[in-house]
């Protein structure tokens, strides 16, 4: 039985070779990298919405260096934990962007023997068709994080990385005593970067416990801190590329930053599990 819902009518969504049809016959096509797109048009608020083409490539560029390999390492642990000897475990990662860090999670629970089915959910198109030409064996979904196209209480583990969190609609898709599970950026995260980029530091960073509450019984909070070189200008350039400072930074600051040809940074993350009540 598959998970996924029609986005015209609700309906269940199968897969048949290349497309996915629900019984009202509403049609699919899969696009050529293997990937469906189930976000309507009259639900978009812009032509191309997600991170654009450049900055998929400079996170994928950036992670495929493995200097976030730790996060996922902490994560797919604590997910593996999580799980026990459970099987048939069905996990949405939204907000997956190129899907690094989803496939991390699906290589780990394969080499333990853990049988479940992972879904990634991007509203960027771009994003999805990255991730689907990389990663052949996972179920990849252009989508809205706020109208999922997935039935309701059907998913063990929400996971939603560094992304747009919608509370309410990730209750929905949940099963009752399933975890969504958020990684957000820490007070010290690139510190460095700002720093470098901005003449007064700002240290605000933003806690998702603060919006989940409703609902959800929170379990805890794992941080995940550390420094790390970065090997070259092509990495710092990649890195501030993929982050927000991309679209906010003072021009005489990003030159700063991108003249510099190494940089230790600071990675701190906070990994915050809350339960479905
Ligand atoms: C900072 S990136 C993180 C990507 C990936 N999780 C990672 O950590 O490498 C944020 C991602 O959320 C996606 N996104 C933003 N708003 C979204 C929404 N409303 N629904 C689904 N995805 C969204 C963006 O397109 C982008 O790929």
Known sequence: ????????????????????????????DMGKQGYVNLHMSNEKKSKNPGDDREMIVSRKNFLEKGYYKKISETLNEIIKKEIGDK??????????????????????????????????IDISKDGIIHAARTYKEIEWVVASGSNLPIANESLDYVICM?????????????KKGGKLITVSTGEYHLVEIKEVVYDKLKMDYYRPTQDILDGYNYKGLVNVR????????????????????????????????????????????????????
């Open 162 to 174: 560094f992304s747009y969190i919608d509370p309410i609609e990730y209750k929905r898709v949940l």
């Open 87 to 120: 099987s048939g475990i069905n996990i949405l990662d939204i907000g997956c962007g190129e899907g690094y860090y989803t496939n991390l999670l699906r290589d780990n629970l394969n080499d333990k023997n853990i049988d479940s089915h992972i879904i990634g």
């Open 1 to 28: 039985m598959s998970i996924l819902r029609c986005p015209v009518c609700q309906e269940e969504l199968n897969k048949t070779n290349k497309s996915y049809r629900c019984k009202k016959n509403h049609t699919f």
């Open 226 to 277: 550390y420094k790390v070189d970065l090997e070259g200008g092509k990495d710092i350039k990649n890195l501030f590329d993929m982050t927000p400072y991309r679209w906010k930074s003072p021009k005489d600051g990003v030159e700063r930053l991108l003249r510099l040809s190494q940089l230790k940074i600071t990675v701190d993350v906070n990994i915050d599990i809350f339960e479905k009540n």
